[in-house]
């Protein structure tokens, strides 16, 4: 079976820290990988998508991808109370025609404390 | 981007009745559609998947005849959760994959759904 596993936290963070998440998958034939922002009763919103092993900045967001370790990484810089949120990781394990599930972690509460 | 329309918001319910959700495509068509469940605390569990025009496909422990899913048309999915009982109270999320759009998945902003 499928699984996505994260630490549920809570992960409490000063305002203007790096908030520094982890995710670790069991399919090492997954190709994408998501990072979503969720406010308690809301729907996730998408944060990063990264395909490829290495870095992917985008603003104060930059998310880390090792497949040879299983391991997904998502790390926030200048942490504001306004990124205080459960924080999920989903991957698809596949990467062409076929199944398009996402399989979520658990997700990990942040709070940023001012 | 690509845009889910999700009604109602919020819905309750006394038990023993059914309650339909609707989750529009508005500026796309949505050949798939996945149908998710969230209870209090927890991850979103995939309840079933919809391809337009075929029989929806359920996850391990789903009850096909408890919770229908129509998908006739490629901007209108809905599931419906027939003879309601208090353990469905939930947050229902529906999600399309978008072919080109960046993460590939747009979310409905989901249903809390209340059974009394």
């Known amino acids: 079976q499928k699984e996505v596993e994260q630490n549920s936290g809570p992960l409490s963070v000063p305002e203007g820290a790096i908030a520094s998440l982890n995710c670790t998958y069991s399919?090492?034939?997954?190709?994408?990988f998501f990072w979503y922002r969720q406010y308690s009763g809301k729907s996730p919103e998408l944060i990063m998508s990264?395909?490829?092993?290495g870095d992917k900045e985008d603003g104060r967001f930059t998310a880390q991808l090792n497949k040879a370790s299983q391991y997904v990484s998502l790390l926030i810089r200048d942490s504001q109370p306004s990124d205080s949120a459960t924080y999920l990781c989903?991957?698809?394990?596949?990467?062409?025609?076929?199944?398009?599930?996402?399989?979520f972690g658990k997700g990990t509460k942040l709070s940023v404390i001012p | 981007g690509a845009v889910v329309s999700q009604h109602p918001s919020w819905v309750i319910c006394k038990s023993g009745t059914s309650v339909k959700i609707e989750c529009r495509s508005l500026?796309?068509?949505?050949?798939?559609m996945f149908w998710y469940r969230q209870f209090p605390k927890q991850s979103l569990m995939l309840m079933a998947t919809?391809?337009?025009?075929?029989?929806?496909?359920?996850e391990q422990g789903v009850e096909k005849d408890k919770f229908l899913i129509n998908h006739a048309s490629l901007t209108l999915s809905t599931l419906t959760v027939t003879s309601a009982h208090p353990e469905d109270s939930s947050f229902y999320i529906c999600?399309?994959?978008?072919?080109?759009?960046?993460?590939?998945?747009?979310f409905g902003s989901g249903t809390r759904l209340t059974v009394v």
């Open positions: 999600s399309a994959r978008v072919s080109g759009q960046v993460g590939g998945y747009t």
């Open positions: 399919d090492r034939g997954s190709q994408s």
């Open positions: 500026d796309f068509q949505a050949t798939t």
């Open positions: 990264i395909y490829s092993n």
């Open positions: 989903a991957v698809n394990p596949n990467s062409g025609a076929g199944s398009y599930q996402l399989t």
């Open positions: 919809s391809n337009e025009g075929s029989k929806a496909t359920y």
